[in-house]
């Protein structure tokens, strides 16, 4: 069997060899099985009575070795997974990462005996049975849903998009995570917006063009201000122009009923896209909404690029839709609504992107050439 002598030839070296022996031949009978590719069944069972008789009469240190060569074979039936299991001591985690197959009976065993340690790494892995997934999803614990959130071979679906959704909003990491994924809705991702890097901060509201959503509740409070919409606009240029942000957080906290705290975070997101949810929200276009942009947002290098990306956005978001995501800051609203078929967003052709993109240019052109016009400086 696989190159060596036959079985019997090892019965008897064992018994007459004493332990070195028996280490030596554990060592070299695991390497080999690793190497052999696919065995057969009957070679299969062989090695396993072999296996069975080896590692209990091996010293420790040779089990733990002979276990780590053995957990490389490309084919482990469930009794060889448990002697591994069993005997490759702090290499477990890495062994149930890298190994290539793993069984269904096994992950039980392992979610059973060892908890959340090893549901983390199994959580990574891509042989995953819809069972034993399941079990995961049940489990509490931030490592797994932080390790579900980045296994890309993971579609989520159905009740895992629920879990996944709930978990973002208590795990910044999870929600970073899932906001990288591109099978993921991001919308999904609004309560966690501020816990977001910029990138995805921006992904988020982009998930929100030429889609509908349910009517906000904060929308009646931005109708009856709605009128005053363009002096919004005025009074927050001016006050972005001479660097009073905490008058602006008291201005964002008396209009949309966030908390001061977070209206603080949106007078100072540099990146102006918190900012761009409440002026959008209120109904500003993107020629006034740019203004305001282009003095809220940090001007240390090449700002054209994303007040091109909010010139975009002001055409392709609605109102509403914006006015949803700030109820979803003030936790108002249900995100899983937006699971529903009415509201899943339109898929958009990227030429025709691309074109915005080419149109929007000009009016942050237009934007910049108004203010300086009317004798506005730039914020520094």
């Keep these: ?139 509490n614990s931030r490592k797994v849903y932080r390790a579900l959130a980045a296994n890309l071979h993971i579609v989520p679906k159905g009740a895992f998009v629920s879990a996944l959704a709930r978990s973002a909003t208590m795990d910044h990491l999870v929600a970073e995570a899932l906001g990288n994924r591109e099978d993921f809705d991001a919308g999904l991702l609004a309560p966690a917006f501020f816990d977001l890097s910029d990138e995805n901060r921006i992904k988020v509201i982009r998930s929100f063009a030429h889609r509908s959503t349910p009517v906000a509740p904060i929308a009646r409070t931005i109708e009856q201000l709605s009128v005053a919409t363009a002096d919004l606009t005025k009074a927050l240029m001016k006050l972005f122009t001479e660097n009073r942000r905490p008058e602006v957080t008291k201005l964002l906290s008396q209009i949309t009923g966030l908390d001061e705290v977070r209206c603080g975070q949106i007078a100072h997101d540099v990146t102006g896209a918190s900012l761009f949810v409440i002026l959008r929200a209120f109904g500003a276009t993107s020629y006034d909404g740019l203004k305001v942009l282009i003095h809220a947002t940090s001007q240390d290098g090449d700002r054209s690029k994303s007040l091109a990306e909010f ?20 936790g108002e609203v249900n995100l899983l609504e937006l699971t529903k078929p009415e509201y899943v967003p339109l898929n958009q052709d990227s030429k025709r992107t691309a074109k915005l993109a080419t149109a929007h240019n000009a009016i942050v052109d237009q934007a910049i050439d108004a203010l300086a016009k009317i004798g506005i400086r730039r914020a520094v």
């Design 311 to 330: 010139a975009i956005l002001f055409n392709d978001i609605a109102p509403a839709s914006m006015a949803y995501l700030m109820s979803a800051w003030r």
């Design 1 to 139: 069997m696989l190159g060596f002598q036959p079985y019997e030839t090892f019965q008897l070296l064992i018994e007459t060899g004493g332990v070195d022996r028996t280490n030596t031949l554990l060592i070299a009978a695991c390497d080999a099985y690793a190497r052999r590719g696919k065995p057969t069944i009957p070679e299969m069972e062989q090695f396993e009575t072999l296996a069975a008789r080896l590692f209990p009469a091996a010293t420790d240190q040779a089990r733990s070795k002979a276990a780590a060569l053995l957990g490389r074979a490309e084919h482990l039936s469930p009794m060889l997974e448990n002697l591994v299991i069993e005997n490759i001591g702090d290499d477990l985690i890495d062994f149930l990462r890298g190994a290539p197959e793993l069984s269904e009976q096994t992950m039980f065993t392992l979610l059973e005996r060892f908890g959340a340690p090893a549901a983390a790494a199994i959580a990574t892995r891509g042989d995953m049975t819809d069972a034993v997934l399941s079990k995961l999803f049940q489990m």
